[in-house]
């Protein structure tokens, strides 16, 4: 029940509950500041911690734009650096105009039960995958940190069932062409590489691909920066990453953040 202010007594129940909105009671204790006749310690912390009504105007922070970085390097396959290529496109996106606006959430040692989870849990608008790959499938680790692989169609169809947030996929792998042209069907870009990887030009493309997405360029211009980056460092696999689109989609038009 709320009371008006001309039936506040001083020395009556306290103001938290005469008043019910927290305003009102900021506004009694200023008001009665210069007779000492309540302290703001008088009233209890609950009641001055209440929500804020939606009339106040206050302003929310926007969303972060998520990306999703998937790692798996099985134990039973050749070892990879997948944290350094981690820590390069961390540090690149940190380094960007839009670093206030992007989060690079990981995911290391990912097994194929631990897919629908993190994509469901972390909403993501760019996934990566790095580790290994083959024409027909991608690999991630089971239990026992061995390789399991996941076909194209399967991998294909997780993507449709959760294409509504997800906007770029990035494999960063051996021979995923194939399996970025059956992602493409359903989301807007996808980027596969269409022969054997090495680490320095799979972190050095990752790198600068997201520098520049960071910087509020499109995904074609990031792509084409990531190959003229394995050029500029003479890494001759600058032929190797592919970009693939959605029919409809437009690479030079999609961004993750403005510019």
């Known amino acids: 029940m709320r009371y008006p202010d001309d039936h506040l007594e001083p020395n009556g129940p306290i103001l938290a509950k005469r008043y019910s909105h927290p305003m009102r009671v900021l506004a009694e204790i200023v008001r009665r500041r210069d007779r000492s006749e309540t302290k703001i310690s008088d009233v209890p912390q609950r009641d001055l911690a209440v929500e804020v009504p939606a009339d106040v105007g206050v302003e929310m922070p926007a969303t972060k734009v998520r990306i999703l970085f998937l790692a798996a390097d099985p134990s039973d396959q050749a070892r990879l650096r997948l944290t350094q290529e981690h820590r390069e496109i961390d540090e690149k996106i940190r380094l960007s105009d839009g670093r206030e606006h992007l989060e690079l959430d990981e995911r290391l040692a990912v097994r194929v039960t631990d897919l629908q989870d993190a994509l469901l849990r972390t909403k993501p608008r760019a996934v990566h995958f790095s580790g290994h790959g083959s024409t027909n499938a991608i690999c991630f680790e089971d239990a026992d940190g061995n390789a399991e692989s996941i076909g194209n169609a399967e991998l294909a169809e997780l993507f449709d069932i ?82 693939k689109t959605r029919k409809d989609a437009d690479a030079s038009e999609l961004r993750l953040i403005s510019s």
């Open 162 to 243: 959760l294409k509504k947030n997800i906007r770029v996929v990035v494999l960063n792998a051996c021979h995923t062409e194939s399996q970025a042209t059956a992602i493409a069907e359903h989301i807007d870009c996808t980027i596969g590489m269409n022969d054997k990887i090495g680490d320095a030009a799979a972190i050095a493309f990752a790198a600068a691909f997201y520098r520049a997405l960071g910087y509020g360029e499109s995904v074609q211009t990031a792509f084409d920066l990531g190959c003229n980056e394995l050029r500029l460092l003479k890494i001759p696999e600058s032929h190797k990453p592919q970009l």
